[in-house]
């Protein structure tokens, strides 16, 4: 699922270059390792090199851009092992927004949970299994009344969603139908209002993707 960038009024022009420039990186426009060069990037966006620097620090931040000197700035191109500990980290605080999110779940929400279940068993890509992943486990946390944790959760996805071109799904497919089973699991325990069971069903999630993604740091 690409990220939600669509760009409001700004009210700053470093803001709408900002805006302008996150949405195309997220939106895979730019790639991982690609130049931003200031002059082009201001002329595009008619304006003056200055909102456009301020734009590309703010990324920088944010861990989309890059600087190095002599170079300038580029999209990020993580590493596997940097990719491991955002997702580690992502997930951590992910299964807590789960947890806080159980008494808020009613049968809408638990329904929308069901047909991404659904839709994840007939992708037929990894490409396509890795977007509705992301909406899932969107749906799971949405309920949580803890909106600064659940931006900080977005913004570690965005840190991978697109600066590393292939998720795990593409590296290892047999995770695909591993991981339909555990978001089954985590869906019953939401179902019976469980949130213990959420929890212990949320961090099993969480161990096998790690496990995953460590498995693909181990390789040649």
Request: charged content about 30%; overall charge positive; hydrophobic content about 35%.
């Amino acid at each position: 699922m690409a990220a939600s960038t669509k760009i409001s009024d700004p009210s700053t022009k470093s803001h709408f270059a900002y805006q302008v420039i996150k949405r195309e990186i997220l939106n895979g426009d730019v790639k991982p390792g690609q130049r931003l060069r200031l002059r082009e990037l201001s002329r595009r966006l008619k304006t003056s090199d200055m909102p456009v620097r301020e734009a590309l620090r703010m990324l920088q931040l944010e861990g989309l851009v890059q600087s190095e000197n002599h170079r300038g700035a580029m999209v990020t191109d993580l590493t596997i092992e940097r990719v491991v500990e955002i997702i580690a980290t992502r997930t951590y605080l992910e299964v807590l927004a789960v947890v806080e999110s159980v008494p808020y779940h009613d049968d809408l929400s638990i329904k929308r949970i069901e047909k991404l279940i659904d839709v994840m068993r007939a992708a037929r890509t990894p490409a396509r299994y890795s977007e509705i992943n992301r909406q899932f486990h969107a749906a799971l946390y949405a309920p949580c009344p803890n909106e600064f944790l659940k931006s900080q959760i977005d913004d570690l996805w965005n840190k991978v969603w697109r600066t590393r071109s292939r998720s795990i799904f593409d590296l290892n497919p047999s995770r695909i139908d591993k991981a339909t089973k555990e978001h089954e699991a985590i869906l019953k325990a939401l179902k019976d209002r469980s949130t213990a069971q959420v929890e212990d069903a949320a961090r099993a999630h969480r161990r096998t993707t790690l496990k995953g993604w460590n498995s693909e740091i181990d390789k040649p």
